[in-house]
């Protein structure tokens, strides 16, 4: 369903209503990140990469930071996000295959 666009929304009533849609469309992506990332620990401990692989942390962040630039949102916010899913998702990793590894 398309939403109307911000400037014509009249009342908080309306307005909440549409970033409502927003965070629900969010959640569903982000649950079908998580369910990737799930993955991550088994692939890595069988090619040998490290939970913690830097290199690729800074590859993320800089095209998450290019994608929110490009789209109109904030590319310190973005990266802000992102950085909390990445260490989240890094500390659950590490609980599975520990600290050893490569940059990959």
Known sequence: ????????IETMADLRV???EIDSALVAL???RERYTNRAPALKAREGIA???PGRIEAVLGHVRDKAAAGGLDPDL???MWRIM?????AREERVIGTEGKDG
């Not at 990445?86 to 890094?90: A, D, H, K, L, Q």
């Open 1 to 8: 369903m398309a939403r109307p666009a911000p400037e014509t």
């Open 18 to 20: 549409c970033i409502d």
């Open 30 to 32: 982000l649950a079908e």
């Open 51 to 53: 939970a913690r692989a």
């Open 78 to 80: 973005a990266e802000a």
């Open 86 to 90: 990445i260490e989240t998702v890094i």
